[in-house]
């Protein structure tokens, strides 16, 4: 959520900043709602100041009859003052939700862009590797192999799920232990399991809610939603709390299932594990003091490419345009790996700083020393990495001639020494 005060005092540069993204800024009746507000707090403040000041004269007159007056006034004005109090916290519950849709502001440093086509390539790893016969898409490899079923997994829920077979089901625990060791090694991440589902105020505190309802999977009772991400439930960990500076930086790894609608998605993806609606991920997440934050992003977008580069898998890294920013990112990188089944590069990471909207949302706060007004955290998140697409990157990449996939080195002891998937 954007800072009232920032917004009354560069309202015009904010609606600016907002429109690099693409849509309407959203804050047309900010300005006529922030004017009501301060009036009807103006005009209360002023009237509980009389009645305070009136109330210690009555007390202090023994004859009651010489300031009757008075008390009837104060009658009249603790009515209004009810009044007011009320139609304040309406004025201040429709700006809240008002603030609530509007989206973050981009970096200043965020190119400017209309849609992914205008993300600016940051800097590239490894080289895809040149086969000597026509690579295969993941599907078909998983289904000859027979690691992979669609079709079964149609008939148990329908399009865009699948069920992982033998080496193929071993080999997405894999991937999920081997990045939850890599990054908790050397205490550099706390492992976390959280919650899959979770209730309405902890998917508003990081922007999921009220305007995305409609892509995310719900329980009408009791009135929880399926994660989308595990970004939501850590993140909201601290929500309403006031952290110590010396606890700063705060970092987690969590594994979770993730359930997306993926309503926008029609006709995208349609085959394979591209675009599913439930896959694991490996999210990582820190708060961090304002300052920091940058620091702490690039950080985090090397974690998240070490586990590309020590599975020996082609990826570029590419700045997202104010146009291609999700709701909550001030800045994202996207980490896309080659896919030499699709000739293409796909995103398997989104590495984002949020600065401090998700906090003032979840009211997430740190205070620097003792008796100091406390400030929100900056939270940043990104995954490290979306598990269903590095097997899917894993099997495009390692494919041999005959239809089998070599495991890479790092992953056998995962594997139980398994060198190579055969048909």
């Given at each position: ?108 440093a965020c190119p400017l862009g209309s849609s992914e086509t ?277 099997l495009e990449n390692w494919q041999e001639a005959d239809g ?20």
């Amino acid at each position: 959520m954007l800072d009232i005060r920032y917004l009354r005092d560069h309202l015009d540069a904010a609606e600016a900043r907002l429109k690099s993204r693409g849509a309407a800024a959203g804050l047309e009746s900010f300005r006529a709602l922030d004017a009501r507000r301060r009036g009807l707090l103006g005009e209360s403040e002023a009237l509980k100041a009389d009645r305070n000041s009136v109330s210690a004269l009555i007390g202090q007159t023994r004859d009651k009859s010489q300031v009757q007056g008075e008390i009837v006034r104060m009658k009249a004005v603790s009515a209004r003052i009810k009044e007011l109090d009320e139609e304040l916290r309406l004025v201040e519950d429709e700006l809240r939700g008002l603030l609530l849709t509007v989206p973050n502001l981009p970096d200043a440093a965020c190119p400017l862009g209309s849609s992914e086509t205008d993300n600016p390539e940051v800097r590239r790893w490894g080289t895809p590797r040149h086969f000597a016969f026509p690579p295969k898409p993941h599907w078909e490899l998983g289904e000859s192999l027979g690691i992979l079923d669609f079709e079964r997994a149609a008939k148990l829920a329908g399009a865009r799920f699948s069920v992982g077979l033998k080496a193929g089901a071993r080999l997405e625990r894999a991937l999920i232990n081997f990045m939850l060791d890599l990054h908790t090694a050397g205490d550099r991440y706390v492992e976390v399991l959280p919650p899959f589902m979770v209730n309405r105020d902890t998917m508003t505190g990081t922007g999921q809610l009220p305007k995305f309802e409609a892509d995310l999977f719900h329980l009408d009772e009791p009135d929880y939603f399926l994660i989308p991400t595990a970004e939501v439930p850590v993140t909201n960990l601290f929500r309403d709390e006031i952290l110590d500076v010396a606890q700063l930086p705060l970092c987690y790894a969590a594994y979770t299932p993730c359930f997306r609608k993926e309503a926008g998605a029609h006709g995208r993806d349609t085959r394979g594990l591209i675009r599913q609606h439930q896959f694991n991920k490996v999210e990582l997440v820190k708060f961090t003091c304002p300052e920091e934050s940058d620091a702490e992003l690039e950080k985090l977008l090397n974690d998240a490419e070490s586990v590309l580069q020590r599975l020996n898998l082609p990826y570029r890294v590419v700045d997202l345009c104010t146009g291609d920013l999700g709701f909550s990112a001030a800045r994202t990188f996207d980490i896309e790996v080659w896919l030499p089944g699709q000739q293409a590069f796909r995103e398997i990471s989104s590495c984002s700083n949020f600065r401090d909207f998700q906090a003032r949302r979840a009211n997430i706060r740190f205070r620097r020393e003792a008796g100091a007004k406390p400030e929100f955290v900056h939270t940043l998140n990104g995954s490290g990495l979306a598990v269903g697409r590095t097997l899917v990157a894993v099997l495009e990449n390692w494919q041999e001639a005959d239809g089998s996939v070599l495991i890479p080195e790092v992953l056998r002891p995962y594997m139980g020494g398994i060198e190579k998937i055969v048909p």
